[in-house]
């Protein structure tokens, strides 16, 4: 079945600086790959997603990279602030299927 | 407007014993997809029902079910409970049943198993 790796599982970094969170996955049939931002005592929240045919999208600070060929995509955060601080999850999706996470990044940004 | 509630907040059970946790969807929503997330990890998909009917299930023993009203609230219920049961159940909505649907999820019942 399929399968998301995630990494780092931790990630510090300064107010300010930009942020990498990588994600593969191993069904090549997969076309859907949202990003969720959980913080402590809610649920997670969805703040971007892509499509297979797509390679890149962006949302003001956030944006995401996919490659097909490689079966990886990418969160990608700048301008870092201390509430981006939380636990990012990636998933992955047939599109008709559930959806697969990965095991989370914890981020913290400090001032 | 409000958004997708999960009662109860907390819960402690014993082994053996029997759990049921309740969804209400945000309005309009008519898919209600339950997920079980272990500490430190991300969520595992459990069930989805759309309109009352069950559209997909997860790796889960048929110690776990569910059901959806037909104000498409939903119900999860685990019986004979296992330490291992011990995490946060959360439930997500949306519009269709699709994945790429946005989901919506709800803040959760924290289930502890002793």
């Known amino acids: 079945g399929e399968n998301v790796e995630q990494h780092p599982s931790t990630l510090s970094v300064q107010e300010g600086d930009s942020a990498v969170i990588k994600c593969t996955y191993s069904?090549?049939?997969?076309?859907?790959f949202p990003w969720y931002k959980q913080e402590l005592g809610k649920g997670p929240q969805l703040i971007i997603d892509?499509?297979?045919?797509?390679g890149e999208k962006k949302d003001q600070r956030i944006a995401v990279t996919l490659n097909k060929t490689a079966k990886h995509f990418s969160l990608h955060i700048t301008e870092t602030q201390p509430e981006d601080s939380a636990v990012y999850f990636c998933?992955?999706?047939?599109?008709?299927?559930?959806?697969?996470f990965g095991t989370g990044t914890r981020l913290q940004v400090f001032p | 407007d409000a958004g997708v509630t999960q009662s109860p907040t907390h819960l402690i059970k014993t082994r053996g014993q029997q759990v049921t946790l309740r969804c209400s969807p945000i309005?309009?929503?008519?898919?209600v997809s339950w997920y079980q997330q272990v500490l430190g990890q991300g969520p595992q998909f459990i069930f989805q029902?759309?309109?009352?009917?069950?559209?997909g299930r997860g790796n889960f023993p048929d110690r776990f079910s569910a059901r959806q009203f037909p104000n498409y609230s939903s119900e999860l219920n685990v019986n004979a409970l296992l330490l291992g049961d011990s995490a946060l159940y959360l439930c997500?909505?949306?519009?269709?049943?699709?994945?790429?649907?946005?989901?919506?999820f709800g803040p959760g019942t924290r289930l502890l198993v002793l």
């Open positions: 029902y759309y309109e009352k009917e069950e559209r």
């Open positions: 998933a992955a999706s047939r599109g008709t299927d559930k959806l697969i």
């Open positions: 997500a909505s949306s519009l269709r049943p699709q994945p790429s649907e946005t989901q919506y």
């Open positions: 309005s309009g929503h008519k898919s």
């Open positions: 892509i499509r297979s045919n797509v």
């Open positions: 069904d090549s049939a997969s076309n859907y």
